[in-house]
């Protein structure tokens, strides 16, 4: 789901915290040594997600933040902000020329450079969130 976040909307927090959950405490994110990304540059994205990217030869810019059940994309378009929420049951990532984010029938590939590089530590600890998320909820018999 992707949300216009430009401006606070109360329902916008309730959704996202709906699918994802509310945001990791202060004493979490210690823990974790944080949530959030460094910006990376956007390459390209799926034709469903063109309106979000700046049609003039500006940069897009991108920056993840994880939740217990999900993670945020938050992508800027000029002076407006878009919020692409995606559940961990639905994420799939690619290491191809950088990465790249699917779900819902959507993609977003982050350039290889080195902003990209500077969040190998965030990959890894988003790949970890992942993982445990999904041993929370496997079957018995897939363990």
Avoid: C
């Avoid at 309106?51 to 992508?75: C, F, H, Q, T, W």
């Avoid at 600890?125 to 909820?137: A, F, G, P, S, T």
């Amino acid at each position: 789901m992707i949300l216009n976040t430009t401006y606070h909307n109360k329902e916008h927090k309730q959704i996202i915290e709906d699918l994802i959950g509310a945001p990791f405490s202060l004493v979490q994110k210690l823990k974790m040594n944080g949530v959030g990304s460094k910006r990376m540059i956007v390459d390209e994205v799926s034709p469903n997600m063109q309106s979000m990217m700046n049609v003039v030869s500006d940069i897009n810019y991108a920056n993840i933040e994880l939740r217990p059940k999900g993670i945020m994309i938050m992508v800027t378009k000029g002076h407006k902000n878009f919020t692409w929420i995606i559940p961990y049951y639905q994420l799939v990532i690619y290491k191809v020329n950088g990465s790249s984010i699917h779900a819902q029938g959507r993609y977003i590939h982050f350039k290889d450079n080195k902003t990209f590089k500077e969040n190998k530590k965030f990959f890894d600890k988003m790949l970890n969130e992942k993982v445990k998320y999904d041993m929370h909820y496997a079957m018995p018999g897939q363990l």
